[in-house]
């Protein structure tokens, strides 16, 4: 049998998924995945993270939130977003294991970094109130996104999801107790900055995913990623930790349950 292993972070809602989406989760799960968590990035793909859960029961579970290049509304209609989004907490407990993506993005410009924060800082609230973990989206923000957590994440715990930083971000990431997450382009023949950051992040606070349909490993690059592509991060994880792909899976699948708590 196949070492179990989980997809800590996918957006299977996405269309492209729809002509095949049983076949991307069959496939994962003949290849021993247990679980795929599915994230929001707004309140309706919100209500699409839900609905898998409940489609997949026991397999897919949702992560509820609004993604920082999605923040760009009046305060008004953020708090009115964010409530709906809290009480979907409370209607779909048995669907919902956490709170993101949230956090700060300065790559793309379209959202002012002020209009990112408060939105950041008022779902880590959600997340303390209603005591879930966070996923975290960071993009060439890693400074002001380390800080807003050192004053505002007390009580919140969580994953950065598809590192992308440096190894003084990474440690500083499990200094402050948190996970870390790495995706398909670690693998990338240019991306050594990920592999030496990867070094430094203890099995225990591994993480693995895919963000599916993006960022496929380069064995598969240019195809649409899903769940099983993950593994070929498995085994650069395997590599650069200097041990086997069993050894990751069993590691990455047990800090995914126990942070996102789900049941074996």
Not at 22 to 30: H, L
Not at 54 to 69: A, E, M, R, W
Not at 156 to 184: K, M, N, P, Y
């Amino acid at each position: 049998m196949p070492a179990e292993a989980i997809d800590s972070h996918a957006h299977l809602y996405f269309d492209r998924f729809d002509d095949d989406r049983d076949a991307v989760i069959e496939r994962a799960q003949d290849a021993g995945f247990v679980s795929v968590i599915n994230i929001a990035v707004d309140e309706e793909t919100s209500l699409k993270v839900i609905e898998l859960a409940k489609q997949y029961p026991g397999f897919c579970h949702g992560v509820v939130g609004v993604h920082p290049t999605h923040s760009g509304m009046s305060a008004p209609e953020l708090e009115t977003t964010l409530a709906n989004i809290e009480a979907l907490c409370d209607e779909h407990p048995q669907s919902i294991v956490g709170i993101g993506e949230i956090g700060l993005d300065y790559y793309w410009k379209d959202v002012s970094p002020e209009d990112q924060e408060r939105a950041f800082i008022a779902q880590l609230d959600i997340a303390r109130r209603r005591d879930l973990p966070v996923v975290i989206h960071c993009r060439e923000a890693w400074s002001d996104t380390l800080d807003v957590i050192d004053r505002h994440g007390d009580g919140v715990t969580g994953v950065f999801h598809c590192f992308s930083g440096t190894v003084d971000e990474a440690q500083r990431a499990i200094d402050l107790g948190w996970c870390v997450s790495f995706a398909g382009n670690l693998t990338y023949p240019k991306a050594q900055n990920l592999r030496d950051a990867a070094v430094v992040v203890p099995l225990d606070r591994l993480l693995l995913e895919t963000d599916s349909p993006f960022l496929s490993p380069q064995p598969v690059r240019g195809q649409r990623n899903e769940p099983i592509h993950s593994l070929h991060t498995a085994d650069e994880l395997a590599r650069v930790h200097s041990t086997d792909r069993k050894t990751v899976l069993t590691a990455t699948t047990s800090n995914s349950r126990a942070l996102f708590r789900l049941k074996e």
